[in-house]
């Protein structure tokens, strides 16, 4: 089941200008959305109906892969971590009904399995699945406390600027949730959009600092994080080595298993391959 296309109508109702956070006039001949306190400088374009796209950030085009025939649906060939992603949010129970904000949605992998009806999307580049193409680091462009939920799947690490938080505090309705998934052991990906691997002390105190009230923190993998980090860096290495590359691999993932099986270990905030979090606007 895909998350269902909000109408034109339904999405400007939520926007605003992300400069004057003020209301905007849709303009149906034109598929142009005005700002009157921008003048021309502040027509946002509707790119197509299905879904709804508007363009805040005139066309602008990371370089990124957005090719939405590469989406990869089949969670056996996840990693460990996209998995314990959608593991998280699943468990999290969100009403289908309610109104929720993607931030940073990107190819939306999740959204298939979390059968949320009501769901907008956003981006700073032109994902194939997404309404909204903005300046994350910047004003989000729509109205206060519109929302009953926020997703941030992997979005921290990608933004130079962590007002998104303050920001996402500002969108979400009296005592709705902000979820979290971010990771902290990773190499570099998604280059040049890649600044930051946050600690847990930081992320407790900025959401904190922002006025949430943090209801569950978890990090996210101990011993497997090992696993995932060998397979993370060294798989694609291997798979196309020697035949002795392959066996040893074989028999290194052998003694993982055995390891993680007979030696007791705890999860740990200070080595984990990232944090699941939920937090409560107050």
């Known amino acids: 089941m895909e998350v269902s296309i909000i109408s034109i109508s339904e999405l400007v109702n939520l926007l605003v200008c992300p400069k004057h956070q003020t209301d905007l006039l849709f303009l149906k001949d034109t598929n142009e959305i005005i700002c009157n306190k921008c003048g021309g400088e502040g027509s946002f374009k509707v790119l197509n109906s299905a879904p709804v796209k508007i363009d805040f950030n005139n066309n602008f085009s990371s370089g990124l892969l957005t090719d939405s025939s590469k989406k990869d649906s089949d969670t056996r060939n996840w990693t460990n971590w996209r998995k314990e992603n959608l593991k998280f949010l699943l468990s999290r129970n969100i009403d289908k009904d309610s109104l929720g904000l993607d931030i940073g949605a990107g190819d939306a992998l999740f959204h298939p399995f979390l059968k949320l009806e009501k769901l907008v999307s956003i981006d700073f580049t032109n994902y194939s699945g997404i309404n909204v193409i903005c300046d994350l680091n910047l004003n989000i462009p729509f109205m206060s406390e519109s929302f009953d939920f926020i997703l941030m799947t992997n979005l ?37 959009f890649d600044y930051h691997r946050y600690t847990y002390l930081y992320l407790e105190k900025k959401l904190s600092q922002e006025g949430f009230k943090i209801e569950n923190f978890s990090p996210s993998g101990d ?3 090992f696993q995932t980090l060998a397979e993370h860096y060294f798989r694609f290495k291997i798979d196309s080595g020697s035949i002795t590359a392959k066996i040893l691999w074989q028999i290194q993932k052998i003694i993982n298993f055995l390891l993680k099986k007979n030696v007791l270990v705890h999860f740990r905030n200070d080595f ?11």
């Open 156 to 192: 921290l690490e990608h933004l130079y600027d962590d007002r998104v938080i303050a920001e996402a505090y500002r969108l979400l309705k009296k005592d709705s949730r902000l979820y979290i998934t971010v990771p902290f052991l990773l190499d570099v990906h998604q280059k040049p």
């Open 223 to 225: 011993f497997g994080t």
């Open 272 to 282: 984990t391959g990232g944090y699941m979090i939920q937090a409560k606007r107050k």
